[in-house]
T-cell receptor, first 115, second 107 residues
Framework: DTAVSQTPKYLVTQMGNDKSIKCEQN?????MYWYKQDSKKFLKIMFS???????INETVPNRFSPKSPDKAHLNLHINSLELGDSAVYFC??????????????FGNGTRLTVT | DAKTTQPPSMDCAEGRAANLPCNHS???????VYWYRQIHSQGPQYIIH???NNETNEMASLIITEDRKSSTLILPHATLRDTAVYYC????????FGSGTRLQVQP
C-alpha cells in the first residue's frame, strides 16, 4: 500500500504547455506539501496545505498553483512551462504542522523535463 | 531557524557501524532533530527523530549531546542498501533540506 502516491512519475513536455501533477495520501494526515528538487539536489518547500487551507506559499512563480480538493489530495498545476521548471517534484504529508513537528512522508517524485 | 552542518560525504564498510555526525548549534529548546535519507532519486525516507534523549528504532539510533548542539545517527550494521544521502534537520528548518551527507557503503 503506497502511503503517498504521485502521478505521473515522468513528465516530458514543451515550453509553454500547461501540466498537472497529482498527489494522494492514504495516511489520514492533515498537512500536505509540494517540494522541488533542482539539479543541485536541494529540496525546497513550495507549498503547504493544512486541511485544504493554504498555509505556506514560498516564493514561487504564480504559474504554479496548488489545488486541494480534500485533505487527502494536493495537486500541482503549472502554466506556461519554462525550461527552468525542469526538476523533480515531491509531494509529502505529515500528521501535524507546518512546521512539521511530526515526520514527513514523501512520494517517489515526478521528474519533469521541459524541452 | 536552526542551521545544520554535515560532512559532504562518508564511506563505511559493509557490516560495520556507520556514524553520521550533525552540528546544530543554534537549535532552540523546542526543535526536534530529524534524520531522513534519500536513496538514489527516490523520495526522502524518514529515519528517526529526537528532542533531548537518545532514540532507537528498527532502522537506527540517534545520539544527541547533552547541550543539544550536535547529534549522531548510527546505522549499527550498514548494508549496501544503506548507500544514500542522509539529511539532518531541525524541525523548523524541515521546510528546506540541506545538502546532507552522501554515505557510500563499501562491500
Amino acid at each position: 500500500d503506497t502511503a503517498v502516491s504521485q502521478t505521473p512519475k515522468y513528465l516530458v513536455t514543451q515550453m509553454g504547455n500547461d501540466k498537472s501533477i497529482k498527489c494522494e495520501q492514504n495516511l489520514g494526515h492533515d498537512t500536505m506539501y509540494w517540494y522541488k528538487q533542482d539539479s543541485k539536489k536541494f529540496l525546497k518547500i513550495m507549498f503547504s496545505y493544512n486541511n485544504k487551507e493554504l498555509i505556506i506559499n514560498e516564493t514561487v512563480p504564480n504559474r504554479f498553483s496548488p489545488k486541494s480538493p480534500d485533505k487527502a489530495h494536493l495537486n500541482l498545476h503549472i502554466n506556461s512551462l519554462e525550461l527552468g521548471d525542469s526538476a523533480v517534484y515531491f509531494c509529502a504529508s505529515s500528521q501535524e504542522g507546518p512546521p512539521p513537528d511530526s515526520p514527513l512522508h514523501f512520494g517517489n517524485g515526478t521528474r519533469l523535463t521541459v524541452t | 531557524d536552526a542551521k545544520t552542518t554535515q560532512p559532504p560525504s562518508m564511506d563505511c564498510a559493509e557490516g560495520r557501524a556507520a556514524n553520521l555526525p550533525c552540528n546544530h548549534s543554534t537549535i532552540s529548546g523546542n526543535e526536534y532533530v530529524y534524520w531522513y535519507r534519500q536513496i538514489h532519486s527516490q523520495g526522502p525516507q524518514y529515519i528517526i527523530h529526537g528532542l533531548k534523549n537518545n532514540e532507537t528504532n528498527e532502522m537506527a539510533s540517534l545520539i544527541i549531546t547533552e547541550d543539544r548542539k550536535s547529534s549522531t545517527l548510527i546505522l549499527p550494521h550498514a548494508t549496501l542498501r544503506d548507500t544514500a544521502v542522509y539529511y539532518c534537520i531541525a524541525s523548523r528548518e524541515a521546510l528546506t533540506f540541506g545538502s546532507g551527507t552522501r554515505l557510500q557503503v563499501q562491500p
